[in-house]
C-alpha cells in the first residue's frame, strides 16, 4: 500500500533551520516506508547530506515571492506532479504554497501545509498572502500555540470539515545526544573559544535579530554581576547577524557598555550543536516574541541541558517548568537574571537530575520519529489508505 503513496514537498531553500530539517527528516523517513519521496527546493547547505537513492531533488526557484516566478512555477510543478505521478503535495512555506495551491488545483492532487509560524500581518492583504498556509485539505500546527493561533486569525477560512491538526516537531534525537560528542572535540571548541573549566557556561543560540531577544539577555547578565555578584561565567551568544551589522554592532557596544568582554564571547556559525550545547551549563532562549515551537529549548532537553526560556508560546508545551527547565517572565532581564541566579547556584546533582528528566520529557514528545509517523499517517488518511 505505502508504495502507492508519491509525495513532494516544497521549501524555498534546504538550510538548518527547524522547518527545513522536518521536511529533510520526514523525506528520508518516506523513502523508508517504501514511498517515492521529492523535494522541489531552490538549494540549501542540507542539500549535500540529502541520500540521492532514497530522495530525489528538483531545484527551481520557489523561494521567490515575485507573481510572475510563483505562476511559472505553478505551471512546472504541475507538470512534475503530472509526469511524477504525484499523490500528495506538501508546501512548507508561504510564496511556494501558493503555487502548490493552484497546481494541485489544477492536477487534483491533494495539498497539506505545515503551519511554522506566526506569520505576522499589518493588512488584510499581507493577511491574504499568509492565509494560503489553511487553504489546504491539511493542515498542520507545530504546536498548540500556532493551532490556536490559526483559528483566532483565520477561522473564517476553515471550512467545515477541513482538517486542522498538531504534530509537534520532532529532533533526531540519536544526533542530539551526549553519547555522540567525542573528548576530542570537546577540547577543540573549549580551546577555540578560550573557555575555563571552572567558569559557569551559558549558551545563548540563535541568529542575532531583535526578537530573539540578545539585548535583554545582555541585561540580565549586567544584572547577573551587579546584583547577584557573580562574575565566574562564561556566556556562549551563538549566530549570525545575516546583514544585520548595524545591530551587531549594538551588541558589541552593549558589551562593553556593562563590562562584559570577559563573560562574552560571539560565535557567528557553529554546525555541530550536539558539542556546544554539551560544554555548556546552561542554554537561554530569550526570545521577545512567541516561539512558534521553539527548537533550542527541546534541543537543549535532548541534551540534558536545563534550558531557561520566555514564558510564552511554544516554551510552554515544550518544557516542563521547575521540572526541565524554567520559564522566566518574558521581556524581563530581571526575571532572566534571578533564575540564571539561581541555577548557577545549584549544586551538580540537581543539575543533572534536571537534565535528565528533560531528556526523558523530549523521548517521549518530540523524537523526530513520532512526528514523522504522525505525518506519514495523515498522508495515509487523506488518500484513504
Known amino acids: 500500500m505505502s ?7 516544497v521549501i524555498p531553500k534546504l538550510g538548518y533551520g527547524g522547518a527545513e530539517t522536518g521536511c529533510y527528516d520526514l523525506a528520508h523517513f518516506l523513502s523508508e516506508k517504501d514511498c517515492k519521496s521529492y523535494i522541489v527546493t531552490s538549494g540549501g547547505p542540507l542539500l549535500k547530506f540529502i541520500r540521492k537513492k532514497k ?6 526557484p520557489v523561494q521567490s515571492k515575485n507573481p510572475i516566478l510563483i505562476l511559472i512555477n505553478t505551471i512546472l510543478l504541475s507538470l512534475i506532479i503530472l509526469f511524477l505521478k504525484i499523490n500528495i503535495v506538501h508546501a512548507r512555506s508561504r510564496a511556494p504554497a ?9 492536477t487534483g492532487r491533494k495539498f497539506v501545509t505545515t503551519f511554522h509560524g506566526t506569520y505576522n500581518f499589518s493588512n488584510k492583504i499581507k493577511k491574504f498572502y499568509n492565509s494560503v498556509m489553511v487553504r489546504s485539505d491539511l493542515v498542520i500546527a507545530g504546536s498548540n500555540f500556532i493551532f490556536d493561533h490559526i483559528h483566532k486569525n483565520y477561522n473564517e477560512l476553515l471550512r467545515p470539515g477541513k482538517r486542522v491538526l498538531v504534530i509537534f516537531r520532532g529532533i533526531n534525537t540519536e544526533y542530539f545526544s551526549n553519547s555522540t560528542v567525542t573528548n576530542e572535540k570537546i577540547s577543540k571548541l573549549n580551546t577555540d573559544l578560550g573557555l575555563s573549566p571552572e567558569t559557569f557556561k ?8 531583535r526578537w530573539k531577544g540578545q539585548e535583554m539577555f545582555m541585561e540580565s547578565l ?20 545575516q546583514g544585520r551589522k548595524v545591530y551587531f554592532k549594538k551588541l558589541v557596544s552593549m558589551m562593553e557598555k556593562y563590562q562584559l568582554k570577559k563573560n562574552i564571547i560571539f560565535l557567528s556559525n557553529f554546525r555541530e550543536m550536539p558539542v556546544i550545547y554539551y560544554i555548556s551549563d546552561a542554554v537561554v532562549s530569550s526570545s521577545i516574541e512567541p516561539e512558534a515551537f521553539g527548537r533550542v529549548a527541546v534541543e537543549a ?3 540534558q541541558k536545563p534550558i531557561i526560556a520566555s514564558d510564552f508560546g511554544g516554551s510552554r508545551e515544550t518544557i516542563i517548568d521547575g521540572k526541565t ?17 539561581n541555577v548557577i547556584e545549584m549544586d551538580k546533582d540537581k543539575l543533572q537530575s534536571i537534565g535528565n528528566e528533560g531528556r526523558k520529557n523530549v523521548l517521549l514528545k518530540f523524537d523526530v520519529e513520532k512526528m514523522c509517523q504522525s505525518t506519514f499517517t495523515e498522508y495515509k488518511k487523506l488518500l484513504k489508505i
Open 301 to 303: 532537553q535532548a541534551m
Open 202 to 209: 551559558i549558551l545563548l543560540p540563535g541568529r542575532l535579530t
Open 98 to 106: 501558493w503555487s502548490c495551491l493552484f497546481s494541485c488545483f489544477l
Open 55 to 60: 530522495v530525489k531533488v528538483i531545484r527551481l
Open 222 to 241: 549586567n544584572l547577573l554581576r551587579i546584583k547577584y555578584g557573580k562574575n565566574n561565567f562564561q556566556s556562549v551568544i551563538l549566530g549570525h547577524h
Open 325 to 341: 527547565g524554567f520559564l522566566f517572565k518574558n521581556g524581563s532581564p530581571e526575571s532572566l537574571a534571578e533564575y540564571l541566579n
Open 3 to 9: 508504495s502507492k503513496i508519491k509525495v513532494l514537498q
